[in-house]
């Protein structure tokens, strides 16, 4: 009998290892769905003056895999797509993010409560360096904010270089 605990013991940790035990990712995703209209700022680099944004995205979740598209404009008449696609397996998520520049940047992370953190590998180097940190929060129900820091080379202080609060249409 008490080997038969002890299998049962092994048996569940390796369940939770394998993340099996993760299978509440996919209605975690679905509450991001849907649209969304908001701003927020951006720098092209750390030091930069912050440009106000006005954006809509359109989220969709399918199973454990999730897709935001959306447009934002700045100083008026500059408008750009934006976009990324997010896949979790376990509890590893994993994509790629396309931002005003244009170049297709690599994900991963991984959900801490209601916020997913995800390293960037940007497609060129930006602000010294090819990396900087990404979180897509859900605020509440009806509010996400998405926020990127990257470290200033000159200071090697974070910087906040994107900041989008979004609210459900």
């Not at 605990?5 to 390796?14: F, N």
């Not at 509450?31 to 908001?38: E, V, Y």
């Not at 509890?91 to 953190?117: C, F, H, M």
């Amino acid at each position: 009998m008490k080997s038969c605990r002890h299998a049962a013991a092994v048996t569940a940790l390796i369940w939770l290892v394998t993340g099996t035990a993760y299978a509440d990712e996919a209605p975690f995703l679905q509450s991001l769905a849907g649209d969304w209209t908001g701003g927020g700022m951006m720098k092209r680099t750390t030091s930069s003056s912050p440009i106000n944004l006005s954006c809509n995205f359109k989220t969709e979740a399918s199973g454990e895999a999730l897709s935001m598209k959306g447009m934002c404009r700045g100083m008026i008449v500059i408008t750009r797509a934006v976009s990324a696609n997010i896949k979790v397996s376990g509890i590893q998520y994993s994509g790629n993010y396309i931002g005003p520049s244009g170049g297709v940047s690599g994900l991963r992370g991984t959900r801490s409560g209601d916020a997913i953190n995800l390293a960037v590998h940007w497609s060129k180097v930006i602000n010294g360096d090819r990396s900087a940190s990404m979180t897509i929060q859900r605020v509440d129900a009806n509010a996400i904010r998405i926020r990127t820091v990257d470290m200033d080379p000159a200071s090697g202080q974070q910087v906040v270089t994107s900041d989008l609060n979004l609210r459900r249409n």
